[in-house]
């Protein structure tokens, strides 16, 4: 996978960023409910570029990575705002990459 999404003023507000285009290109089994209560039953390791990784399920309902805190730095380090776009990379079925186009 080598997706790129734009950020809204929300992804920014929110620190989170959608995944909605693209959901079937993670493992099923990383995608949990919508709370975390009903966390997957896999983990998805996201490393965030300058920033470092988290491990994180998806949130099926709202279709984010569920970890938000690595992204409100995501977003800080580089000054992110709406309209700034990024890339997720997919290592193997487990590892991401994310970094700033």
Request: hydrophobic share 40%.
């Amino acid at each position: 996978m080598n997706q790129v999404i734009t950020l809204t003023g929300g992804n920014i507000r929110n620190s989170h960023m959608y995944l909605t285009g693209f959901m079937d290109q993670f493992p099923k089994s990383t995608v949990g409910g919508k709370n975390r209560s009903l966390i997957a039953p896999e983990l998805l390791t996201i490393e965030f570029a300058g920033v470092g990784s988290v491990t994180t399920d998806i949130d099926g309902t709202k279709r984010i990575f569920r970890e938000r805190a690595i992204q409100k730095q995501f977003f800080e380090k580089h000054s992110l705002e709406e309209g700034a776009q990024v890339r997720i990379t997919s290592i193997n079925d487990f590892l991401y990459r994310i970094s700033v186009v």
